[in-house]
């Protein structure tokens, strides 16, 4: 079992740099792939990245590449989520995901834990 909270989201406005940070409780977390998602209004949640077990690996939505950065800290079981250069339609809800496999994956349903979500908002 792995909880999971998010922090770190506010109102910004456009260009500036924010960074989310996911907490997680539990002996496995260095045993799942984390993952960060978004879900803006009348939109499905999408994929924004994702950190192999050990962080070496990370991977990106086209929309977020080289501008966010994942990563995480197994020993203090957090992940953080580095954005940069946002833009407005960076505007959304941010979930922290853990999915119990050793293949990342950019699918929602294949995730098991879920964070409440953090609200990022940028201005133009």
């Known amino acids: 079992q792995v909880q999971l909270v998010e922090s770190g989201g506010g109102l910004v406005q456009a260009g500036v740099s924010l960074r989310l940070s996911c907490a997680a409780s539990?002996?496995?977390?260095?045993?799942?792939?984390m993952g960060w998602f978004r879900q803006a209004p009348g939109k499905e949640r999408e994929f924004v990245a994702a950190?192999?077990?050990?962080?070496?690996?990370?991977y990106y939505a086209d929309s977020v590449k080289g501008r966010f950065t994942i990563s995480r800290d197994n020993a203090k079981n957090t992940v953080d989520l580095q954005m940069n250069s946002l833009k407005p339609e960076d505007t959304a809800v941010y979930y922290c995901?853990?999915?119990?496999?050793?293949?990342?994956?950019?699918?929602?349903?294949?995730?098991?834990?879920w964070g409440q979500g953090t609200q990022v908002t940028v201005s133009s």
């Open positions: 539990g002996r496995t977390f260095s045993r799942h792939v």
């Open positions: 995901a853990a999915a119990n496999t050793y293949s990342y994956t950019t699918t929602p349903a294949l995730y098991d834990y």
């Open positions: 950190a192999s077990w050990g962080g070496r690996y990370t």
